[in-house]
C-alpha cells in the first residue's frame, strides 16, 4: 500500500541552526501539507501546497518557515533559524485531491536544544 | 516559559465491548469529516469519513455518525480490542476547502 514517507525519524538541532525536513508523499497525489504537534497536543495545520505553490499557511507559519517541491518526488519543510519551541513532531501529509482525505507520514521528531 | 500538555479525554472500556468517541464541531461551513487514530510516536492513520450529505456510514467494525442539526459526530468501534488503544481524533474540512483541522482527541484504554 503507497505511504508517505518522511526523514529524518529524529532531529537535533542547535537553537539558531537551519534544519530540513524531507517528505515523499503518494505518487499519485497533487495536495501535499505540512503539520505538527508539540507533546500532548492536538496536530496542528502548518502549510498546504498546490501546482508549486503555498494554497494556505497558518499563522505559525510564518517567515523562518519555507516549502519546496525541489523535484518529482520530494517534498520540504525548512527552518531557518530554529527556536527552543519549534520543537515538535512534524507529519507531511498528501492527498489526492482537494477535499479528500490526507494520508499522513509517521512523523519527524524534531529537537531543538 | 513551560507548555503545559492538553488533558485528553479518556475512555476506558473492556475488551469485546463497544466503544464510542463524541466529537463536536462548531462551524456550520464544515462538510467534510474524517476520523483519525494515532499510537504513540505515530502519525495519525485514517480509519473512516463522513460527507455531510450522509449521516451514517459504515467500515469494518467502524461506524462514524453525523447530526447536523447539534453539529456532532461520533465515532463507534465494534467489540473493542487491546489494538484499538490509541488517540482519536475528528477532523474537518470546510466546504471548498482542502485544510484539515484536527479536534484535541480522546485517548482510547482498552481493559483486558
Known amino acids: 500500500e503507497p505511504e508517505v514517507t518522511q526523514t529524518p525519524s529524529h532531529q537535533v538541532t542547535q537553537m539558531g541552526q537551519e534544519v530540513i525536513l524531507r517528505c515523499v508523499p503518494i505518487s499519485n497525489h497533487l495536495y501535499f501539507y505540512w503539520y505538527r504537534q508539540i507533546l500532548g497536543q492536538k496536530v496542528e495545520f502548518l502549510v498546504s501546497?498546490?501546482?508549486?505553490?503555498?494554497?494556505?499557511k497558518s499563522e505559525i507559519f510564518d517567515d523562518q518557515f519555507s516549502v519546496e517541491r525541489p523535484d518529482g518526488s520530494n517534498f520540504t519543510l525548512k527552518i531557518r533559524s530554529t527556536k527552543l519551541e519549534d520543537s515538535a513532531m512534524y507529519f507531511c501529509?498528501?492527498?489526492?485531491?482537494?477535499?479528500?482525505?490526507?494520508?499522513f507520514g509517521s512523523g519527524t521528531q524534531l529537537s531543538v536544544l | 516559559g513551560e507548555s503545559v500538555g492538553l488533558h485528553l479525554p479518556t475512555l476506558s472500556v473492556q475488551e469485546g465491548d463497544n466503544s464510542i468517541i463524541n466529537c463536536a464541531y462548531s462551524?456550520?461551513?464544515?462538510?467534510?469529516f474524517i476520523w483519525y487514530k494515532q499510537e504513540s510516536g505515530k502519525g495519525p492513520q485514517f480509519i473512516i469519513d463522513?460527507?455531510?450529505?450522509?449521516d451514517k456510514r459504515q467500515g469494518q467494525r467502524v461506524t462514524v455518525l453525523l447530526n447536523k442539526t447539534v453539529k456532532h459526530l461520533s465515532l463507534q468501534i465494534a467489540a473493542t480490542q487491546p489494538g484499538d488503544s490509541a488517540v482519536y481524533f475528528c477532523a474537518e474540512i470546510l466546504m471548498g476547502g482542502n485544510k484539515l483541522t484536527f479536534g484535541t482527541g480522546t485517548q482510547l484504554k482498552v481493559e483486558l
Open positions: 463522513i460527507r455531510s450529505n450522509m
Open positions: 501529509a498528501s492527498s489526492r485531491q482537494s477535499h479528500e482525505k490526507l494520508f
Open positions: 501546497f498546490y501546482n508549486n505553490e503555498i494554497s494556505e
Open positions: 462551524n456550520s461551513a464544515s462538510d467534510y
